[in-house]
T-cell receptor, first 110, second 114 residues
Framework: GQQLNQSPQSMFIQEGEDVSMNCTSS?????WLWYKQDPGEGPVLLIA?????ELTSNGRLTAQFGITRKDSFLNISASIPSDVGIYFC??????????FGQGTELSVKP | DTEVTQTPKHLVMGMTNKKSLKCEQH?????MYWYKQKAKKPPELMFV???????INESVPSRFSPECPNSSLLNLHLHALQPEDSALYLC?????????????FGPGTRLTVT
C-alpha cells in the first residue's frame, strides 16, 4: 500500500541550530502537509503544499514539494525550545484519506 | 478561524460505561473525521463523514458509534470499551475541494478505559 518514509525518526539538537527532515514515497501525491504535535495535543498544520516544486515559508519554517511529487522536506531555522515535539508529514490519497509518515521527534537542548 | 474544538479533554470510563465524545467546527468544512492515536504514533483513521453522511468506516468495532447531527458537529458514542481502546481520540475537518483537503485537527480527548 501507499506509505511515506519519514526521516530521521528523532533528532537531538542544540538551541539555535537548523533542522531538516524529509519524507519520501514510491507513489505520486498532489498534496504534501506538515504537522507538529505537542504531547497530549492534536496535530497542528504548519504548512500545506499543493504544487510540485512549490517552496513555502511560515516564519522560521520552510517546506518544499518535490518536483517528482514523491518527496517533501521541512526545514526549521534557528531552533528554539518550543520547537520540541513530533513532526508528521502527510499526503492525501485518491480516496481523500490522509497517509502519515511515522514522525520525527525533535528535542532541543537549551 | 481554523479551530476545531473537542470535549471533554480527558475521560476515564469503566468497561460497562456509555460515554460520548464531541467535536465542533465552524469553518464551513463538509468533511469531518475521527482518528485514534497511540503515543508517538501517527493518527489512525476511524471514520469519515462527507456532507453529514458516513463515507468511510475503517472496520472499526461496533463499540464505537459515530454520529453527525449537522455540518458543524460530530459525536463518537462509546459503549463497552476495552482497556486497549485507551488512546488520544482526535477529530478533524477539511474542505471537500479536490486537492485542497488539508485537515485541521482538534486538541483531542485523552480516553482511559479501566
Amino acid at each position: 500500500g501507499q506509505q511515506l518514509n519519514q526521516s530521521p525518526q528523532s533528532m537531538f539538537i542544540q538551541e539555535g541550530e537548523d533542522v531538516s527532515m524529509n519524507c519520501t514515497s514510491s507513489s505520486i501525491f498532489n498534496t504534501w502537509l506538515w504537522y507538529k504535535q505537542d504531547p497530549g495535543e492534536g496535530p497542528v498544520l504548519l504548512i500545506a503544499l499543493y504544487k510540485a516544486g512549490e517552496l513555502t515559508s511560515n516564519g522560521r519554517l520552510t517546506a518544499q514539494f518535490g518536483i517528482t511529487r514523491k518527496d517533501s522536506f521541512l526545514n526549521i531555522s534557528a531552533s528554539i525550545p518550543s520547537d520540541v515535539g513530533i513532526y508528521f508529514c502527510a499526503c492525501n490519497n485518491q480516496g481523500g484519506k490522509l497517509i502519515f509518515g511515522q514522525g520525527t521527534e525533535l528535542s532541543v537542548k537549551p | 478561524d481554523t479551530e476545531v474544538t473537542q470535549t471533554p479533554k480527558h475521560l476515564v470510563m469503566g468497561m460497562t460505561n456509555k460515554k460520548s465524545l464531541k467535536c465542533e467546527q465552524h469553518m464551513g468544512h463538509r468533511a469531518m473525521y475521527w482518528y485514534k492515536q497511540k503515543a508517538k504514533k501517527p493518527p489512525e483513521l476511524m471514520f469519515v463523514y462527507s456532507y453529514e453522511k458516513l463515507s468511510i468506516n475503517e472496520s472499526v468495532p461496533s463499540r464505537f458509534s459515530p454520529e453527525c447531527p449537522n455540518s458543524s458537529l460530530l459525536n463518537l458514542h462509546l459503549h463497552a470499551l476495552q482497556p486497549e481502546d485507551s488512546a488520544l481520540y482526535l477529530c478533524a475537518s477539511s474542505q471537500l475541494t479536490k486537492d485542497r483537503q488539508a485537515q485541521y485537527f482538534g486538541p483531542g480527548t485523552r480516553l482511559t478505559v479501566t
